[in-house]
């Protein structure tokens, strides 16, 4: 993990800025140091790795955000088509989520959970093999959502489905239940968990961390209509994740 942070970036802070003069969230500064058009959806990152820092960005208080600072700089780069990332980051959120979010959001874990299973004969051995001992240890931090889950989904999903509405569903879920849970730590955990999602999608993507130094590119405001639609689509997610579940 680098612990580098560039002289002069603005200090993070919760929301979508305009401009880096308004400041910017973890997601900003990702596409500021690698060079990008000013987003918090730059092409440089997974875009499920994306969603989940925006959302521990956004569900954590000023000091915890600041220890987020250093690992700006390990997601440029971190991007891959293959769906194995897409399981292996929502599956590290549901470990995070299952055992403590509350009841609703644990119910949603847990059926995206048996989504997930479901698509282990599809991805590569080295992450089916690792992701077929992690399912039931996570089933086993809350078995009564396991018999719930394995009730209320009956189907499998497309690959589409999974990138466009069950995976981030999880991400959702599973952040904002553990930013939600009664514990003593819900924002250090959240720290950890992005932590852990940066360390696997390194893993998988295999590459070596960017350049903090590089000069970024020149940085026009993005569209606030683009903005807000990017909001109405997370805000929905969750809601269509329901959907499938129960229909």
Known sequence: MSDHIPAGMPVLSAGKHPNPRRGACFMEFASYLAGERWSDEPTCTHPLLALIARLVNDSVDGGHRARLVPLVPDVVGLNSPDIALDALLAMRVIEAGLPIAPFERQRLLAAGLVILESTLPTLPDRVATDLRRRVPAAFATAPDMEAWGRRHVTRGQTEKV?????FPGIAING???????CVDDPQDRLVA????CIADARAFVGVAPPDPDRPPASLPPINPDEVAARDRRDVAVAS????????
Not at 175 to 180: E, K, P, R, T
Not at 240 to 247: I, M, P, Q, T
């Open 175 to 181: 952040v904002i239940g553990v930013a939600q849970a």
């Open 240 to 247: 269509r994740l329901w959907s499938l579940v129960r229909g």
């Open 193 to 196: 968990l992005l932590h852990d």
């Open 162 to 166: 999974l990138r466009d509405k069950t």
